[in-house]
Nanobody
């Protein structure tokens, strides 16, 4: 089993920055992909960014150039640096770890961007 705990959400004005952190505990494998999803009110959960053990990253088009995902394999942590935040970035951000067809989820952290 894997447990994921997010931190770093909050309220920020448009144009500001936030850094999300996620600590994973349990058995973490080199094939695990870690990432962040978000869910805005009334919308489906969507992938924001993901990173492999080797550092290969993938971003949603809406956050490219503004968000940066990184991973510390020694500490089993993943981070999401969010810059130039927009009101449409508002939502609950979930840390996730994907292992084959199985996904583990954190409890989520709220990010609110005011205009």
């Amino acid at each position: 089993q894997v447990q994921l705990v997010e931190s770093g959400g909050g309220l920020v004005q448009a144009g500001g920055s936030l850094r999300l952190s996620c600590a994973a505990s349990g058995s973490i494998f080199r094939t695990d992909v870690m990432g962040w999803f978000r869910q805005a009110p009334g919308k489906q959960r969507e992938l924001v960014a993901s990173v492999s053990f080797g550092g290969t990253t993938n971003y949603a088009g809406s956050v490219k150039g503004r968000f940066t995902i990184s991973r510390d394999n020694a500490k089993n942590m993943v981070f999401l640096q969010m810059n130039v935040l927009k009101p449409e970035d508002t939502g609950v951000y979930y840390c996730t770890l994907a292992r084959g067809s199985v996904s583990f989820w954190g409890q989520g952290t709220q990010v609110t961007v005011s205009s």
